[in-house]
C-alpha cells in the first residue's frame, strides 16, 4: 500500500505535471475523501508565480466539477433512502436547505460541512445547474482569499 501511495505521489508531482495535478487534487478533495487542494494550489503558485490566475482557475473547476460529483451521488442517494424526519436537527437543517435553495452551494467551499452541503443539494433534488453555480462562485472566491492571505502574510514575515 505504502508503495502504491509513493507512485501516485510521483506522478502528481508539482513540478512535472502543474496544472494537472491542482486539476486531480482539487477535484478529489470536493469529494466526500478527506483531502485538501490547498497545498497543491499554494505550492503551484509558490513554482510558478506567474500563473496564478491558471491555477486559480484550474483549482476552480475541479473542486466545482468535484462538488458536482457530490450533487449527482446525493441525487442517486435521495431515491434509494428515504430522507425525511420532522422535527429532528436533522429535519430542521434539510429545512433550511430546502429554503435557501441552490444558494446555499455558495458555502460549498467551507471545511467540514462544504462537501455534504453539496451532496444534501442533490439529495434534496435542488436544481442541478444553479447549484453548480453558486458552488463555482464560492469555490473561486475561496481560493482568491486563500492565495492573497497566504501570500501577504508571507510578505508580511519577511
Not at 435521495?78 to 455558495?106: F, N
Not at 492565495?147 to 508580511?156: D, K, P
Request: net charge positive; glycine share 10%; with cysteine.
Amino acid at each position: 500500500m505504502e508503495s502504491l501511495l509513493q507512485t501516485v505521489l510521483s506522478l502528481l508531482a508539482l513540478p512535472e505535471y502543474g496544472l494537472l495535478t491542482v486539476f486531480v487534487v482539487s477535484f478529489v478533495s470536493a469529494t466526500l475523501l478527506p483531502l485538501g487542494s490547498e497545498p497543491a494550489v499554494l505550492g503551484l503558485i509558490q513554482l510558478n508565480p506567474e500563473g496564478y490566475w491558471s491555477v486559480i482557475a484550474v483549482a476552480t473547476v475541479g473542486n466545482t466539477l468535484g462538488g458536482a460529483l457530490d450533487w449527482w451521488m446525493g441525487y442517486g442517494a435521495s431515491r434509494v433512502v428515504r430522507h425525511d424526519k420532522p422535527g429532528s436537527a436533522y429535519g430542521r437543517a434539510l429545512t433550511w436547505l430546502k429554503k435557501l435553495g441552490p444558494k446555499a452551494c455558495l458555502l460549498a467551499w467551507l471545511p467540514i460541512v462544504g462537501d455534504p452541503l453539496c451532496t444534501v443539494a442533490g439529495w434534496l433534488k435542488l436544481p442541478f445547474w444553479p447549484c453548480v453555480a453558486y458552488m463555482l462562485v464560492g469555490k473561486f472566491l475561496r481560493y482568491v482569499v486563500l492565495t492573497v492571505a497566504f501570500f501577504t502574510g508571507i510578505r508580511l514575515l519577511h
